[in-house]
């Protein structure tokens, strides 16, 4: 049985596979297989502030416990500070309750191995089997304890903060959008600390209003507000806190691969980058490889999702990469994307330089690039689609050696995301118009 995405187990709350019943087998899949290696095992559960989250953390508490395992609970904490608390407090797995940018409706179950990087696919796959293969009489000898963890927050905040060995930002006014997620409570908190002028938006989370019409995927009113109170610059955040959208002092918009040329160029200076390179995924821009060649940098690209830009640093001894879509890995500090290091990092190259991010993102300048997302009723690969093929090829022959054409399915959504680059907007607007009505007419929800 098929559980796992490109990122976890995803659907929505109390529908299959996120349900209770469901769930608490889940908990006991995973219990298993963490018994197998360690008879000891420990899980660290964190979750985001989805009002589900409360069901889905006991099932998944009992169905772990069921099968032996401790659990540790620390509630609502961003992804990425689960995976240092995995490492931190010496957990054989760590569990995150998120559906990251979805709306509240949706959850998802995330998992992190002992050394706080997401599951393989050789990993996953052994749990789905032991989840088929479970039967109703089948229980532990024993039965695990739950703990609660009353520092778990603080432990996060002083870890991220001595990423850049608590920097002054004193004098610097800086906008933060919390998405009502799970940074709400440590985001504002970690640039204030550091001296900062802090104006925290969304951050009242009900259970229903995580990333509604907020944080990193709605970041105008982030962007108004910077305007409004003069600000050095805006941050905003996703539901679950691995992944950052920034605007300027003038309220422009930075994405990831300008974010990626910016902190590469930084530590190369400094000496710091591992490699002269970095990890990117095929949707990063191809104005990205041209920007950091011209200063002596190589881009490695993997497919998307951020588990494979860390497998490809990890294998590459690299030590700087990410999305376009604001997921950005520094190894140094974390093993998978950490928004608030990233908002760090950036906050201290601003200081350090004296220069506004407005000039610091003049480095990088993208081709034209149109992304558009479709409805689908279903998955079906697009090689079977004769009509999408013929248009997809129409494409790469027009923008051969001038574009590119990248046609894939959302890992977390029933979407497909026809994505072109060129150097003449009007042209792969057309051929990406194209492609998405193909699409539609042959898989349209």
Do not use: W
């Amino acid at each position: 049985m098929k559980l796992f995405g490109t990122d976890g187990i995803r659907g929505i709350a109390n529908r299959f596979p996120i349900e209770p019943t469901t769930v608490v087998r889940i908990g006991k899949a995973i219990g298993i297989f963490l018994k197998r290696k360690n008879p000891k095992a420990s899980v660290v559960i964190g979750k985001d502030t989805r009002l589900s989250g409360y069901m889905i953390e006991y099932a998944l508490t009992a169905g772990l416990l069921s099968a032996g395992a401790d659990v540790l609970l620390v509630g609502p904490m961003p992804t990425p500070a689960v995976s240092h608390l995995t490492k931190s407090l010496n957990c054989s797995a760590g569990i995150v309750i998120s559906a990251s940018h979805n709306p509240a409706e949706h959850n998802g179950i995330k998992i992190f191995n002992e050394r706080g990087y997401k599951l393989d696919e050789n990993a996953e796959q052994e749990i789905e089997q032991i989840f088929s293969n479970l039967n109703d009489s089948e229980n532990g000898s024993e039965i695990g304890k739950a703990y609660r963890i009353d520092d778990a927050r603080g432990r996060y905040i002083e870890l991220v903060k001595n990423t850049i060995n608590n920097y002054s930002l004193e004098g610097m006014r800086i906008v933060i959008d919390c998405a009502n997620g799970a940074c709400y409570a440590i985001a504002p908190k970690v640039f204030a600390e550091l001296g900062a002028e802090v104006f925290a938006l969304n951050v009242e989370p009900n259970g229903l209003n995580i990333n509604k019409d907020c944080g990193a995927l709605y970041p105008q009113a982030m962007q108004k507000e910077v305007k409004k109170r003069n600000a050095d610059l805006g941050i905003a955040f996703d539901g679950d806190g691995d992944r950052i959208t920034v605007c300027d002092e003038k309220g422009s918009i930075a994405d990831g691969d300008a974010l990626l040329a910016i902190f590469a160029k930084y530590m190369l200076e400094k000496g710091l980058l591992a490699k002269n390179a970095i990890v990117a995924t095929k949707m990063s821009n191809l104005a990205l490889d041209e920007c950091l060649r011209a200063l002596g940098i190589k881009v490695l690209r993997t497919d998307v999702g951020d588990k494979y830009v860390a497998s490809a640093m990890r294998e590459h001894g690299i030590n700087l990469g990410g999305e376009q879509s604001g997921h950005i890995i520094f190894a140094d500090y974390c093993a998978s994307p950490d928004a608030i290091i990233t908002a760090l990092q950036l906050v201290r190259i601003i200081r350090e330089s004296s220069t506004p991010l407005s000039e610091l993102i003049k480095l990088f300048k993208p081709y034209p690039q149109i992304l558009i997302n479709i409805p689908v009723r279903e998955k079906i690969p697009f090689e079977r689609l004769q009509a999408v093929q013929k248009a997809i090829k129409e494409a790469e022959h027009r923008l051969a050696g001038n574009g590119r054409v990248f046609v894939r399915y959302s890992g977390t959504e029933q979407l497909a995301r026809v994505m072109l680059e060129g150097k003449n907007e009007k042209e792969i607007k057309e051929l990406a118009e194209n492609i998405a009505g193909a699409i539609k007419k042959e898989l349209g929800a």
